[in-house]
């Protein structure tokens, strides 16, 4: 599955002077009946390469070959969305199935074209959910829009269920050791599992499901470093199939990533205010990157931007500019200038943030950043 350290391989990769052919398909099988998109994606392919200069035709056609031939014999494998970047002349081939699909789109660039990627992995972040009651739980771990079952838990010998309203007020009893007892063996089971799935799934957030009684209890039983992990709950019944508690866990997540999201603006507007290791627009970002200050980075989903670019050292500019100031190599000018610093800013090791519908930051220059120092 897709991952920083992934996106980060194909941000490292520099430009000489092979091309790349990057292609988002939407493969949907429920929008592409009969598998139509085979069609219409050799249409595209010839397209694109008909625009292009007629060296770098010449040196894409094999990568088009390979990609229609991988379309046509992979069609069984797809999901919903297909990314491929390939460079024939680079020896460079890259994949990847996606459950939500892409606008279709293809660059041909002397870079690997990856900003779909960074939107996909920012909106689909990491997740795990548990639902939980008397006696079991369940573990899942949700990411780009898949949900994938980790682990049942069972604990045996819970006395006293059929007693006095149940096994959750009995726990609430302190004097009623023994049970207190299987209660806390119960829990500690389902800890102990947890700790494994956001350990070895490196998840910094989860979402419970189950009756409220059951969800109070959990909570008021977990330690912090775990109860502190919550974004949300939830109530579905324990035997639900995996694609209802997906269902039912996907308003909670965005409702979630949507306040959060509306916070991490209001902090990058109120810190660049104060002028506290924050900046706001193009060309603030472009020279805090330089300096490789840039922590996070922020950009509107779709802002597209003109530039210019030092093919040797990889300075960048918004300013209209003959040669570097660095290098006094000759500037060339670039269409793709937010992938270019996104690229930039994730090569630096830095996180980053997609932005989507938010009026108040595209007033603001529609990119900013968090800075280290
Ligand atoms: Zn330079």
């Keep these: ?4 350290d992934e996106i980060k391989n194909l941000a490292k990769i520099k430009a000489d002077d092979m091309y790349y052919i990057s ?7 429920v929008e592409n009946v009969k598998g139509d998109y085979l069609i219409h994606i050799k249409n595209m392919l010839k ?5 292009l200069a007629k060296d770098i035709r010449k040196q894409i056609m094999p990568d088009i070959r390979k990609i229609d031939s991988y379309i046509v014999a992979n069609k069984r494998d797809f999901k919903k969305g297909l990314a491929i970047i390939s460079s024939a002349a680079s020896g460079f081939w890259w994949e990847s199935h996606f459950s939500a699909g892409f606008r279709n789109e293809i660059v041909v660039d002397k870079l690997p074209y990856i900003k779909p ?4 992995i920012d909106t689909f972040r990491r ?5 939980i009651d008397k006696e079991s739980a369940r573990l899942f771990a ?3 829009g898949e949900i994938e079952e980790y682990r049942e838990i069972y604990t045996e010998n819970v006395p006293g269920r059929h007693k006095k309203g149940g096994w959750f007020s009995l726990a609430e009893r302190s004097f009623e050791r023994h049970i207190d007892y299987h209660v806390e063996l119960h829990i500690k089971d389902v800890i102990k599992q947890l700790e494994r799935l956001l350990e070895s799934g490196d998840i910094t957030r989860l979402v419970i499901g189950g009756t409220e009684e059951a969800l109070s209890m959990a909570k008021s039983l977990f330690p912090k470093q775990i109860s502190g992990k919550i974004i949300g709950t939830f109530s ?7 694609n209802e508690v997906l269902f039912r866990v996907t308003p909670v997540i965005e409702a979630y990533e949507r306040r959060e999201k509306e916070d991490t603006i209001e902090l990058l507007m109120t810190k660049t205010m104060k002028n506290e290791n924050a900046v706001l627009g193009i060309d603030n970002v472009l020279s805090a990157l330089q300096e490789g200050r840039v922590m996070k980075l922020l950009f509107v989903k779709d802002y597209k931007t003109h530039g210019f670019s030092c093919a040797r050292c990889g ?6 500019a003959a040669e570097c100031p660095f290098c006094k190599n000759p500037m060339q000018k670039v269409d793709y200038m937010i992938d270019l610093a996104a690229q930039k800013a994730i090569e630096q090791g830095a996180a980053f943030e997609v932005v989507h519908d938010n009026e108040q930051f595209e007033k603001a220059g529609a990119i900013g950043a968090f800075l280290r120092y």
């Design 23 to 29: 292609c988002y398909l939407n493969v949907d099988p």
């Design 1 to 4: 599955m897709l991952n920083y």
């Design 47 to 51: 397209k694109a390469s008909e625009n």
């Design 315 to 320: 300075f960048l500019t918004s300013q209209m």
């Design 236 to 242: 579905v019944t324990m035997s639900a199939p995996g």
């Design 127 to 131: 997740y795990a959910v548990m639902i």
């Design 117 to 120: 990627l960074l939107n996909i």
């Design 142 to 144: 949700v990411h780009l």
